[in-house]
C-alpha cells in the first residue's frame, strides 16, 4: 500500500508537509465516496489510488459500490450520453426506474459519515432518500458543456439538494444556486499504469501480448465508445499509413457500467477487419495496467479523438510518459495541452488534421522529443493526484468548518 511519503521524490518535501498540514484540521472525519464502478474508466482509477492517500493522512476515507441491474446502467449511459448533448428519449419509466435503483440501494446502505461524496449520474438521487446530517458533494466527471435541456432540469431536482458540486472546467459551471468548484482529475504517478518501467518490462508485455515492435505505434487508450471516436481514429490511420508504414493500437477495457461498450467494439472490429487482417491494426480489451503503460511508453504518437471529454486522463499518462500527444481540442484537453509546446489540439472532426500533426511527429524525433519533455513538465506541476488531495482537503475544511 503506497503512502504519501512515496512521493517525496517526484513532488518535493514542501509539497507532502503542506498535505500534512492542511489535514491537520481533519483527523478523524469520516467520509464517503460513492461510484458506480471499480473497473474501467478514469472515477475508479481514480478512487484506487486516492482513498488509500486519504486514509494515509489521517482522513478517514470509505469507497462503496452503487448496485443496479442491467436496466438501470443502460439507462444512466443514455442520461451520460444526453449530458453531453446528445438527444434522448426521456420517458416516465426510465425516471422511475432510476429513482427506485438509489431508492433501493439506500434501503440497505447506512452513511452516517461526516462529508458524502457521489460520483456521476448513476447514485445522484441518493441524497432525496437520507435524512441529510452532513454536507453532500455531486462530483461529475462528464463535459458538461451543452447538456440536454430536459434532462438536466430533471437532475436538477436532486442536485440543488448538493452543498457542493464539483466539476472538471470552468467551462462546466451551470447556473444553479450551489457551491461549484474545479478540481482537475489527476493521475497516480506510482500505480502500475505510470510508474517507471523497464525497457526489458516494456518488451516482456509487447512479446506476451502479441505486438509486435517493428514499426511506430499509433495509440490511442480509451473505453470503446462512440464519445471516444475509435472508428474516426481508424480514418486518420489510413491517411498517415499512406505515407509512413507505422502501426494502429486501439486498447480499450469495457467499463461494467457502460452497457454500450461490446456494441461499439463490435463496430470497430468491423471497420478495422482488413486492417487487422495484416496486422497492422490491434484491438486490445484486456484490463491490464501495465500493459497500458508499456504501450503508451513504447508508441510513438499517443492519440486521443474525443468528440465529448470530461477531462481526458489517457492524455494525462501519455504526457507523463513523455510521449507527444495529438488530441482533440474538446473537454478538458486544452487544460493539459497547449498546442505547438506540450502537444497537438485539433478539432475532432478534422480527419486530415489529426493525420498531419502525427505524420510532423513522426517525421521529426526531435519534435515528438521536445512536445513530450514540456508535457511531462506540465502534468508534473498541475495534474498529480498529490494535487488533488490539496483541493479535496480544502473542500472538506470549507465544508466541515
Excluded at 242 to 249: A, M, P, S, T, W
Excluded at 336 to 361: H, W
Amino acid at each position: 500500500m503506497r503512502t504519501l511519503e512515496d512521493y517525496r521524490d517526484i513532488v518535493g518535501k514542501e509539497v507532502i508537509a503542506d498535505i500534512h498540514r492542511r489535514a491537520r484540521r481533519l483527523y478523524g472525519v469520516h467520509i464517503l465516496h460513492i461510484n458506480s464502478t471499480c473497473i474501467g474508466g478514469g472515477v475508479a482509477e481514480i478512487l484506487n489510488s486516492f482513498i488509500p492517500l486519504m486514509n494515509d493522512i489521517g482522513v478517514d476515507a470509505g469507497w462503496r459500490l452503487f448496485h443496479g441491474n442491467p436496466d438501470f446502467f443502460t439507462i444512466t449511459k443514455k442520461f451520460h450520453n444526453a449530458l453531453q448533448g446528445e438527444p434522448i428519449n426521456f420517458t416516465e419509466m426510465k425516471k422511475k426506474l432510476y429513482i427506485q435503483a438509489n431508492e433501493t440501494f439506500s434501503s440497505y446502505t447506512h452513511i452516517d459519515h461526516d462529508c458524502v461524496f457521489i460520483h456521476d449520474p448513476q447514485p445522484l438521487p441518493l441524497v432525496k432518500f437520507y435524512k441529510k446530517k452532513q454536507p453532500w458533494v455531486w462530483r461529475c466527471h462528464v463535459d458538461l458543456s451543452h447538456p440536454n435541456r430536459e434532462l438536466w432540469r430533471f437532475l436538477e431536482g436532486f442536485i440543488l439538494r448538493y452543498d457542493a458540486m464539483i466539476i472538471s472546467d470552468e467551462k462546466y459551471r451551470k447556473d444553479i444556486p450551489i457551491e461549484q468548484r474545479v478540481i482537475y482529475p489527476t493521475i497516480d504517478p506510482l500505480s502500475p499504469k505510470n510508474k517507471e518501467l523497464a525497457p526489458k518490462v516494456i518488451a516482456k508485455y509487447l512479446k506476451k501480448f502479441n505486438i509486435p515492435n517493428d514499426k511506430p505505434i499509433i495509440l490511442q487508450v480509451s473505453r470503446f465508445d462512440k464519445w471516444k471516436d475509435p472508428k474516426g481514429v481508424i480514418e486518420v490511420f489510413e491517411l498517415v499509413k499512406e505515407e509512413v508504414d507505422c502501426r494502429l493500437v486501439l486498447c480499450g477495457n469495457m467499463a461494467t457500467d457502460d452497457p454500450e461498450g461490446a456494441l461499439i467494439y463490435d463496430e470497430v472490429k468491423e471497420k478495422a477487419k482488413k486492417w487487422m487482417e495484416k496486422g497492422d491494426i490491434i484491438l486490445i480489451t484486456y484490463d491490464n495496467n501495465i500493459l497500458v503503460n508499456a504501450l503508451q511508453r513504447r508508441s510513438a504518437v499517443v492519440v486521443q479523438k474525443s468528440i465529448r471529454e470530461g477531462f481526458g486522463l489517457a492524455v494525462t499518462e501519455a504526457l507523463w510518459k513523455e510521449k507527444p500527444v495529438v488530441a482533440s481540442n474538446v473537454g478538458g484537453i486544452p487544460l493539459q495541452i497547449k498546442d505547438g509546446e506540450s502537444g497537438f489540439l485539433v478539432e475532432p472532426r478534422d480527419t486530415e488534421g489529426f493525420a498531419e500533426r502525427i505524420l510532423k511527429i513522426l517525421k521529426d524525433p526531435e519534435l515528438a522529443k521536445g512536445l513530450g519533455k514540456k508535457g511531462k513538465e506540465t502534468v508534473r506541476k498541475n495534474f498529480l493526484i498529490t494535487r488533488a488531495l490539496i483541493d479535496y482537503l480544502d473542500l472538506l475544511c470549507d465544508l466541515l468548518s
